[in-house]
């Protein structure tokens, strides 16, 4: 999977807790990704860095942070998980950003199952 | 609005013969296509992207994909299945106006022996 882990792997939380996923990759990529995937629904993108420090919103961030405080790693953090963010989360990484072309495929990792009871 | 479709939720074709899935989208500006495959248990595999160029794009696995502006279509073929391609595959298109990339929501291809 690209040099890209993410832990945990799999994650059972009751309503309320808080909930840290992490991502860290070994490619040096400048781009990393917070996707969650539904039946029905595919993958959609839940924030995204492009750089350290540098972090966006993507399409159902409402519940959701990220930090990146160094290249290699990714957080996503659920402040006070909901059992509508039981889901299966991917992190990705890409060289570039779409609108360069070259590079701008995004890779994956093995993704984390969360349950919130 | 951006927005990607998979009109099938699933396709089986038998081994040997020639296999789609179907994929068409709406963007303003320029597209960029992208599909990946998902096996089970598994993160999303690039398989081929289309940005600029030839209309026919070729990929991994035998997997080759045509670009159809008129009709807004991305259809991904393979000339022979194999049922180890049996798995979940989606299309995803981004737009020079956004440069944010959309998912379908998949289609199993199931190929039987």
């Known amino acids: 999977d690209a040099g890209i882990t993410q832990s945990p792997r799999h994650k059972v939380t009751e309503t309320g807790t808080p909930v840290t996923l992490r991502c860290h990759q070994t490619?040096?990529?400048?781009?990393m990704y917070w996707y969650r995937q539904d039946p029905g629904h595919g993958l959609r993108l839940i924030h995204y860095s492009y750089g350290v420090k540098d972090t966006d919103k993507g399409e159902v961030s409402d519940g959701y942070s990220v930090s990146r405080s160094k290249t290699e790693d990714f957080l996503l953090t659920l402040e006070s998980a909901t059992s509508s963010q039981t889901s299966v989360y991917f992190c990705?990484?890409?060289?570039?950003?779409?609108?360069?072309?070259?590079?701008?495929?995004?890779?994956f990792g093995p993704g984390t199952r969360l349950t919130v009871l | 609005a951006q927005s990607v479709a998979q009109p099938e939720d699933q396709v089986n074709v038998a081994e040997g013969n020639p296999l789609t899935v179907k994929c068409t989208y709406s963007?303003?500006?320029?597209?960029?296509l992208f599909w990946y495959v998902q096996y089970p248990n598994r993160g999303l595999q690039f398989l081929l992207k289309?940005?600029?160029?030839?209309?026919l794009v070729k990929g991994s696995y035998g997997f080759e994909a045509e670009f159809n502006k008129s009709q807004t279509s991305f259809h991904l073929k393979k000339p022979s299945a194999l049922v180890s391609d049996s798995a979940l595959y989606f299309c995803a298109v981004g737009s020079s106006n956004t440069g944010k990339l959309i998912f379908g929501q998949g289609t199993t291809l199931q190929v039987k022996p």
């Open positions: 490619e040096n990529h400048r781009y």
């Open positions: 289309y940005i600029t160029g030839d209309n």
């Open positions: 963007v303003s500006g320029n597209p960029y």
């Open positions: 990705a990484i890409s060289e570039s950003g779409l609108l360069a072309g070259d590079h701008n495929e995004q890779f």
